[in-house]
């Protein structure tokens, strides 16, 4: 352990001495110095948590009540030297437990990655530049940015801090925020009471600052503690759950039923005791569903993986479930509607308004009025838009071969792109003229941005930008084109606002005033009264192409799109025809919103689809107003005060890119390129996970039934079994790991986005799926017998009229397995039929294997077969023909009836 590993009292050292300490400096350090101290130090991260071995989880997958059932059936068969039942009824446990281990481990590496992927970020200064780093990249010595919402991403001694306040109670218990500062505290101070420290793990709730990294990894104090490593979240959801119970009681009424029917066998019907105990197995094993559960975590993990391929990143699994049945979904827009990439428009002054050429974050353009193009020496006003827009701005913007990008808020960064534009002097144009004294951060509360500099000759100035209303309220006079400033002009002004926001801009104001020289700190009383406005900025951030798709598709799905934002009304409303949002002509406010009641906000949210210049208190009303209706709501956030609304949401979705770690973590999903479009993707895989998991139960639920079915009306009737149950077992071995496993990599159906929403309170076993158990399996056991008993009159022997009978019930599966991928459309169709590679591979190995079964000598001998003619294998497949033919036209009445309902 280095001399720095073991000091702990940094926030007892002044900011020089521990810059002095760490031999940094408050540029950052340079890149080759980070790659030194990383290899010094190692990442900045903690231990990964204990896991279990291979061998554990695998022994695990016998640990359930069925395994337990089928080993004692085994340990009887043993007893009773039937070693051939004895070793396929192992087989199918071994079978079992494989699947579920593979299962388990793809779960777990899918969550892995997904944890990879939301990787916090952070702001640092490197070589003097500001950069976004992985979290884990920090060393000791770098200089980290911060601001409210962030999660502090190791241990940081403060060098500067403006109203910063932390949520500390992961280490503490401190139940509100604390306050913190540059001003050192006493070596002995205790942990809560370090005011001039960040520790990792705590949460920034207010203000915003920069400091020094001083521990990383496990060298924090959150390291130091044990139990706070997360372990791999459970793959499991309610929905998981719920078919789990079922399946525990299903298994507790089967094996119910096969003591009664062992009863009544022995002593009523009179069937030998080895026989009729076999007979028991075979039912027991043909009814209980083993396999589902970890076919329908199976699921799960594919659709896990399928939306993470589409830049939505589950963070807890049952938001996979509400999507499936989201009826409204809140949108932010800039960013997610639109692309996030703010461009200056147009500059309004008291005299003129101003053209602004060029594109992205590029700092090279143009300035020009009605008479063409002007420069600062003609027009001084256009150097005072460039100082405010260059100074008011904590942005940086960066060159890659992949063009001009912004580092920090993307309309700052169309800021200083103008400033570049108007100086002609690049993207930072007043580095090393000016330095910053002192900040007002930006805040929802009062809406603006204030900062106080100094130039090289002692000249102090405060410059702001923010809302033009509250701008408006600080200023009484206004500049002119020469410099000049005369009393303000409200009206004017107001006008201009409502021409930029009608034509979708955002308009922000720019304002400024002379400051003493012995002025060194900044507040709110400074500003008001005391400014000259400089003029108006529109911004245009025009939306995404794929996002005016993408909301067409959520309406096709009966989904309303509402986009809530803190924009200007007629912003707002431009924006959203541009993005074909049903209702644009009504907007609501902020102010309106207050002004309504819970009731009649309930009433007025439903009806609009627009609102504007709204706070993250008014996204917690609509949520919670929009729920009173019955309607499942998605919600987009990014902030950290947009953390209450996206754990109140059905569904929270927080912006990976723009987003802090706070609204990441009250988020059930996080979308990893901040797109709307990721959003109707995820709702659409979200439909497919359900109705692929609603599949594997249609398909699991009728077959099982089917097969026991043939066993309980063969004992309580006192015939022979038409399928043994060595059979029976080798049946439910062969399909149950590969056909109903199939289900699970189905794509999405046809119209999965033209169907509504799905009630939120529908039952897991609706009546629908009551019927088709029944329907199906009545088949089964109709086909079954019929076969059986065709092939006895026929003159066969009996153990040809079960080979028949078996591969029947297998040909009914696969057929069924056809039929249920189309749920909701024909499944006679050229792309039903043509089905995906994995149905193919899945119904191959069962042919084959049912071949190996039926015409091999050994296993023949094995299992009781024996080798079907030709043309009675005809009749089989002509059987599952006229089941596939059944079951469907009886679908297809089904969906007309529904479809007659509805109109």
């Known amino acids: 352990m280095s001399d720095l590993d073991r000091r702990r009292d940094f926030h007892a050292q002044a900011v020089s001495e521990v810059l002095s300490a760490l031999n940094t400096t408050q540029a950052g ?130 060098v500067e801090a403006r109203g910063v306040r932390v949520e500390e109670a992961v280490l503490t218990g401190e139940s509100v925020p604390v306050d913190k500062s540059t001003e050192l505290v006493r070596p002995d101070a205790a942990l809560g009471d370090r005011s001039s420290m960040l520790f990792s793990g705590t949460l920034i709730a207010a203000g915003a600052g920069r400091g020094i990294v001083v521990q990383t990894g496990s060298n924090t104090e959150i390291g130091k503690i044990s139990g706070m490593l997360a372990s791999v979240e459970t793959l499991t959801t309610p929905l998981v759950h719920q078919m789990d119970i079922f399946a525990r009681w299903l298994t507790l009424f089967i094996l ?55 830049n939505a990143i589950v963070r807890r699994l049952p938001a996979i479930e509400t999507l499936g049945s989201v009826s409204v979904i809140c949108s932010d827009k800039t960013g997610t509607l639109t692309r996030n990439e703010m461009n200056v428009a147009e500059l309004v002054t008291a005299e003129h308004m101003y ?101 090289q000759a002692g000249q102090r100035r405060i410059d702001v930008k923010g809302a033009p209303e509250a701008i408006l309220a600080l200023c009484t006079t206004q500049r002119l084109t020469d410099g000049k400033d005369v009393p303000l002009e409200h009206d004017y002004w107001s006008g201009k606002v409502e021409e930029l926001a009608a034509n979708g801009q955002r308009v922000l104001a720019l304002a400024a005033c002379h400051a003493p020289e012995d002025k060194d700190d900044l507040v709110h009383a400074d500003l008001d009264g005391r400014l000259s406005l400089i003029g108006l ?38 924006i959203a025809a541009m993005i074909g949002l049903k209702n644009t002509e009504k907007v609501l406010t902020g102010l309106d919103i207050d002004m309504l009641d819970d009731g009649a906000l309930a009433i007025a949210a439903v009806e609009t689809d627009v609102f504007a210049r709204t706070s993250p208190a008014h996204k917690l009303r609509l949520v919670t107003a929009l729920q009173s209706r019955g309607l499942t709501v998605a919600m987009t956030g990014d902030g950290v005060n947009d953390a209450p609304a996206l754990k109140r949401a059905d569904a929270g979705i927080a912006m990976g890119q723009k987003g802090s770690e706070a609204a990441k973590e009250a988020a059930e999903l996080v979308l990893a390129d901040d797109n709307f479009a990721s959003i109707a993707a995820a709702v659409r895989e979200g439909r497919t996970v359900y109705d692929n998991i609603q599949k594997v139960i249609s398909w699991t639920l009728p077959t099982n039934a089917g097969e026991a079915m043939t066993i309980v009306v063969a004992l309580l009737a006192g015939l022979a079994l038409p399928v043994t149950a060595v059979q029976i077992l080798w049946v439910n071995l062969v399909t149950a790991i590969t056909l109903g496993l199939a289900l699970a990599f189905e794509p999405s159906e046809t119209g999965t986005m033209h169907r509504p929403p799905r009630r939120r309170d529908e039952p897991l076993l609706t009546s629908g799926l009551v019927w088709r158990i029944a ?71 069962v042919t084959l294997a049912q071949f190996a079964i039926t015409y091999l000598p050994f296993m023949q001998a094995v299992f009781g077969t024996q080798s079907v003619p030709l043309l009675d294998g005809v009749l089989i497949v002509a059987v599952g023909m006229t089941f596939f033919a059944l079951v469907e036209t009886e679908k297809q009445m089904r969906l007309a009836f529904q479809t007659r309902a509805k109109a």
């Open 537 to 574: 900025v529109g911004l245009i951030d025009p939306p995404r192409e794929e996002a005016i798709e993408a909301v067409a598709e959520c309406h096709s799905a009966g989904i309303r799109v509402k986009m809530i934002t803190g924009d200007h009304a007629a912003t707002a409303r431009a």
């Open 355 to 455: 053209a602004v050429s060029g594109s992205g974050y590029q700092p090279e353009g143009s300035v020009a009025n009605a008479t063409g193009e002007m420069s600062p020496q003609l027009h001084s006003i256009l150097g005072d838009f460039a100082l405010v827009a260059g100074l008011c701005n904590d942005a940086g913007l960066h060159q890659s071969e992949n063009g001009w990008h912004v580092e920090g808020d993307p309309m700052e960064g169309a800021l200083k792109a103008l400033a570049g534009k108007i100086t002609g002097a690049g993207a930072d144009p007043h580095s090393g003229v000016w330095a910053r004294i002192n900040a007002i951060p930006f805040d929802a509360a009062h809406r603006y941005m204030a900062v106080l500099h100094e130039d």
């Open 256 to 310: 119910l039923v096969a003591f009664l029917l062992l009863v009544y066998g022995y002593f009523v019907s009179g069937f030998e005791f080895e026989e009729l105990f076999m007979m028991v197995v075979g039912l027991s094993v043909a009814a209980i569903p083993e396999g589902l559960p970890a076919v329908l975590t199976i699921t799960l993990a594919v659709g896990v993986q399928a939306m993470a391929k589409r």
């Open 29 to 158: 350090l340079s890149l080759a110095e980070v790659t030194k101290r990383r290899a010094e130090h190692g990442p900045n991260r903690l231990p990964e948590p204990p896991r279990r071995s291979g061998l554990v989880r695998f022994l695990l997958q016998f640990h359930n009540i069925l395994i337990y059932v089928l080993l004692a059936s085994a340990g009887v068969t043993a007893l009773l030297q039937h070693w051939i039942d004895t070793g396929v009824i192992l087989a199918v446990v071994i079978g079992n437990a494989v699947i579920g281990y593979l299962q388990e481990g793809r779960a777990e590496e899918a969550m892995n990655a997904i944890r990879g992927m939301l990787a916090p970020h952070s702001a640092v200064l490197r070589d003097g530049t500001r950069r976004s780093v992985d979290a884990a990249d920090l060393v000791p010595g770098d200089i980290v940015l911060f601001e409210a919402g962030d999660r502090v991403p190791a241990d940081v001694r403060l």
């Open 775 to 845: 329907f199906i399996s009545t088949l089964f056991l109709i086909a079954v017998f019929g076969i059986y008993f065709y092939a006895l009159d026929k003159g066969h022997p009996v153990q040809l009229a079960q080979t028949m009978a078996m591969n029947t019930l297998v040909v009914l599966e696969i057929f069924n397995l056809f039929f249920i991928r189309n749920m909701y459309g024909t499944s006679l169709t050229w792309e039903a039929v043509r089905g995906t590679k994995v149905i193919w591979i899945c119904v191959i190995s």
